[in-house]
């Protein structure tokens, strides 16, 4: 049986191919691994073990071990994170692409050299969407409620909004405690289609909650009083890494801290489940409705802020 494959241009853009057998890994050193299981991507913008390709049965799948982190067709993975890998697929890693082809080729014989022992954290300015979904009355619910149950509500939230993040091709950057955090990344420049698919996540999580109460109630009291809100913002931050974990992606600036405390007074302070900023708005207008909410303040910020309900 031929075996899947990789395939990528060297830094002297030579034509290259590796075969997967069981498992391979992707750096700037791979220290201790054999060349014929390892690609070695000479750039300080790619981590000394950056990722790692596994096999499982007939299919790849990728592992995210980066500080700069690891694209698949263009979306981010979460630091940490898995992925399966298809035909055709394209893995970017700093500068450099590599193609996902099934079935195999050759081996390959790796004869690069191994350059600075130091990965390069390039913190940068980007444009993101981000969506913050926040459960109601958490705090009072943890006083109130066995913990098990808790646990086996937020599992169920965070597992069954992991996917739709995924389906809408954003990256989940948090759970923290009650809430789930996932951006959408613009890059230098406003784009509608990302703040698109990221209101477009947010209103299909908001309809799985029904789903998550009528399957948990017979089992779990806790989910049948289950109530959320969202907040959606647009802005820019600097991307960069906090830390000695490569799950430590950071971003900073004001639009997250916003979406934060939108998802706070959604649902609660007003009545719109799903709460978008101004910016945001004004990107996705065109293609879906909004209820204009007016002026309203937001805890910890100065003056007043346009937003508008989705």
Known sequence: MSNPFLEWLDEKQRACRLEIIDRVFIGRVCKGIDETRRIIVN???????????????????????????????GVRLAGGSTEYLDDGDVIRLGETSLFVGYPGGLPFR???DISSL??????????????????????????????HQIYTLMKEIFQRFSGIVNDHKGTIKDYAGDAIYAFWEHGVSLSKEQAMLACQNALA????????RDELRSTNPVAEHLRMGWGVTTGSVTLSH??????????????????????????KELEKKIIVCAHTADLVRDSLALDDLGEVSVRGRKGELHVFGL
């Not at 990728?62 to 500080?67: E, G, L, Y």
């Not at 390039?122 to 943890?142: L, Q």
């Not at 950071?250 to 649902?267: E, Q, Y």
Request: charged share 20%.
């Open 118 to 147: 130091h990965t390069a954290i390039t913190p940068k300015e980007v444009i993101v969407t981000n969506v913050v979904a926040d459960v109601r009355g958490f705090t009072s619910m943890s006083q109130a409620e066995d913990s």
């Open 242 to 267: 906090y830390g000695s974990r490569v799950s430590n992606l950071a971003l900073v600036g004001d639009c997250t801290n916003l979406a934060f405390r939108l998802s706070g007074i959604a649902n």
């Open 110 to 112: 790796e004869d690069s």
């Open 43 to 73: 750039d300080l913008a790619v981590s000394r073990d950056h990722a790692e390709i596994i096999r499982r049965g007939s299919r790849l799948q990728i592992k995210d071990v980066s500080k700069n982190g690891t694209w698949v067709n």
């Open 205 to 212: 999580q908001a309809e799985a909650v029904a789903g998550i």
